[in-house]
């Protein structure tokens, strides 16, 4: 095996210092600047979202308590609308009642006065009734002969009114 030939060993470690050293510098000069950029980039990158994730977390939670006081206020809105909703209605209510009442008592009035009027017309009719219908008995009882009929009727109704 070549590699353990005493005789090769200074020229072997000489080529060995060489490739360590260009690989050295190589590595130093081109690739580690580059990977520490793409390090550096990564971690400019990585802050930067996270502060946009901070801001967009700020703004969310603005927007959602705008939106909470939002919708406490169309609550408010809404509550105040009910209730003066609920008093119009009830003053309308209240008018339209006191109408009808008004309109029960006035039809109650006539209701009572076409009763007292009919008892007054049935009453007088009844007057009328019962004096000829006495006069007819006693015409039939007596006889139309002896009684005069402005007699019979004054006799009648003067036994009625008593």
């Not at 005493?6 to 690739?31: D, E, G």
Request: no cysteine; hydrophobic share 40%; charged share 35%.
């Amino acid at each position: 095996m070549p590699q353990l030939d005493f005789a090769t060993f200074p020229s072997q470690i000489l080529w060995l210092f060489l490739t360590f050293a260009v690989l050295y510098i190589v590595m130093a000069k081109i690739a580690l600047p580059k990977l520490a950029n793409a390090i550096e980039l990564r971690r400019d990158i990585i802050a930067r979202d996270l502060e946009e994730a901070e801001n967009f977390r700020d703004e969310s939670e603005k927007a959602q308590i705008e939106y909470e006081n939002s919708i406490k206020e169309a609550h408010d809105k809404s509550n105040e609308i009910t209730k003066k909703t609920k008093e119009k209605l009830s003053v309308q209510f209240e008018k339209e009642r006191k109408k009808v009442e008004e309109d029960n008592s006035k039809k109650i009035v006539e209701a009572e006065s076409k009763i007292l009027s009919a008892k007054n017309v049935a009453l007088k009719q009844i007057d009328s009734i019962a004096t000829d219908i006495s006069k007819t008995i006693v015409e039939k009882l007596v006889g139309d002969k002896g009684l005069k009929a402005n007699n019979i009727e004054d006799n009648i109704k003067l036994s009625i009114n008593s």
